[in-house]
């Protein structure tokens, strides 16, 4: 058994690249259930709060639902190119650049939805989909980065 520096043993990388695959299918496949059983969940949570929602929110969140599924699928993407070993292509770069937009996308629909629908939960989410955007605009930037050091030192030797 291999160990690393503090003699631990090492976890093959090539399980933590399949699990990121898995998941990411899975997460698409999660999505996509959701979006068929929604009209259930509106009616739940209806019951819950005793608020009335309507149909004009259950296609809101269908609409959210349309990007985000695209931003799962992009995710998938990274998760292949990171199993090849092409961390540093560019078409990751396009790929997190699509994220990006996506992310814009949601956090327009949930702004609407917040002045429009006002409610809690559309915030929490508003604020969960910042929180992505600014991830998404670092790891932009470290992998534009850690492309520019793999460059160099691959030009350099």
């Known amino acids: 058994m291999e160990c690393n520096d503090f003699g631990e043993p090492k976890v093959k990388r090539g399980l933590v690249k399949m699990l990121m695959i898995g998941l990411s299918i899975l997460s698409i496949i999660a999505v996509v259930a959701a979006v068929f059983f929604l009209p259930s969940f509106v009616d739940y949570y209806q019951g819950l709060t005793n608020r009335a929602l309507g149909y004009p929110y259950l296609v809101f969140l269908w609409i959210t639902g349309v990007p985000f599924i695209a931003m799962l699928i992009y995710f998938l993407l990274i998760s292949l190119s990171l199993n090849r070993e092409k961390i540093f292509a560019d078409?990751?770069?396009?790929?997190?650049?699509?994220?990006?937009?996506?992310?814009?996308?949601?956090?327009?629909?949930?702004?609407?939805g917040v002045i429009w629908y006002r409610l809690v939960v559309t915030m929490v989410i508003l604020f969960g989909v910042l929180i992505l955007l600014v991830l998404a605009t670092l790891f932009k930037e470290v992998v534009r980065d850690g492309k520019e050091y793999y460059t160099d030192s691959r030009l350099s030797v």
């Not at 990006?100 to 609407?112: D, K, N």
């Open 91 to 112: 078409k990751v770069l396009r790929y997190i650049g699509s994220i990006q937009v996506c992310l814009l996308i949601e956090m327009a629909l949930y702004i609407y």
